[in-house]
């Protein structure tokens, strides 16, 4: 279930989905628990955002007769990570919707101005006739969000939704003021950003806890 933070903002407050966050905000996870948790979880945030997906009818044959049946179509949907901590969120999500295709968006935080600088992009075919869910587990200051739906509005899809575990209000402002047209869910919106850019209360560096890098 997702309930409105505020206009085009969902947290998804599922019990399940609270749950596993606690346990991956502990500053003792383990790498290993850590990921695991983040599958789990994205894959759970997957049945709420995909919930008005399109469908069709197609008829197939059960053991008993055949029949009009409701499917969506994978393949009209993307997901797009943002590298690289958007990987953790993509594998969760790839085990719900296996058919989907993949887009990257490679980007990194410049330091000292905490801007997004992009190294990598690579988008499927035919962008325009499909629906995009971009992933990344952290909207802080909303620089790289921002920058990544930059790029994927120039290849016009039919849809654009943001994907994140935590955000912030800073993180939430940028986006909607770029982007209002593009809806946020998010496990949690947290407090605020300190001042290296770090949401609080947060759950660190979602990259280095992923990839076990620091």
Same mark, same amino acid.
């Given at each position: 279930?997702?309930?409105?933070?505020?206009n085009?903002?969902? #947290?998804?407050?599922?019990? @399940?989905? %609270?749950?596993?966050?606690?346990?991956?905000?502990?500053? $003792?996870?383990?790498?290993?628990t850590?990921? /695991?948790?983040?599958?789990?979880?994205?894959?759970?945030?997957?049945?709420?955002?995909?919930?008005?997906?399109? +469908?069709? $009818?197609?008829?197939?044959?059960?053991?008993?007769?055949?029949?009009m049946?409701?499917?969506?179509?994978?393949?009209?949907?993307? +997901?797009?990570s943002?590298?690289?901590?958007?990987?953790?969120?993509?594998?969760?999500? +790839? $085990?719900?919707?296996?058919?989907? /295709?993949?887009?990257? #968006?490679?980007?990194?935080?410049?330091?000292?101005? @905490?801007?997004?600088?992009?190294?990598?992009?690579?988008?499927? %075919?035919?962008?325009?006739?499909?629906?995009?869910? #971009?992933v990344?587990?952290?909207?802080?200051?909303?620089?790289?969000?921002?920058?990544?739906?930059?790029?994927?509005?120039? @290849?016009?899809?039919?849809?654009?939704?943001?994907?994140?575990?935590?955000?912030?209000?800073?993180?939430?402002k940028?986006?909607?003021?770029?982007?209002?047209d593009?809806?946020?869910?998010?496990?949690?919106?947290?407090? %605020?950003?300190? $001042?290296?850019?770090y949401? +609080?209360?947060?759950?660190?560096?979602?990259?280095?806890?992923?990839?076990?890098?620091?």
């Amino acid at each position: 279930m997702a309930v409105a933070y505020q206009n085009n903002v969902y #947290v998804v407050n599922h019990p @399940l989905v %609270q749950h596993k966050l606690t346990l991956m905000r502990r500053k $003792d996870a383990s790498t290993n628990t850590f990921r /695991r948790l983040l599958r789990e979880l994205a894959s759970l945030m997957a049945y709420e955002v995909t919930a008005d997906m399109p +469908l069709s $009818d197609i008829e197939i044959e059960t053991p008993l007769e055949k029949m009009m049946s409701p499917v969506m179509d994978g393949k009209k949907l993307v +997901l797009v990570s943002i590298l690289r901590a958007g990987t953790g969120l993509l594998d969760g999500m +790839l $085990d719900v919707v296996p058919g989907a /295709r993949v887009g990257h #968006v490679g980007l990194y935080r410049d330091p000292k101005t @905490l801007t997004a600088v992009e190294y990598y992009f690579k988008m499927p %075919q035919e962008m325009n006739e499909r629906h995009v869910i #971009v992933v990344d587990p952290m909207l802080a200051t909303g620089n790289s969000a921002v920058a990544a739906v930059d790029r994927i509005k120039e @290849l016009h899809p039919k849809s654009i939704k943001f994907v994140c575990l935590v955000g912030c209000p800073e993180g939430v402002k940028a986006m909607q003021t770029a982007h209002p047209d593009v809806p946020i869910y998010a496990a949690s919106i947290d407090r %605020q950003l300190n $001042d290296h850019g770090y949401i +609080l209360p947060g759950l660190g560096d979602a990259g280095d806890r992923i990839f076990g890098t620091k």
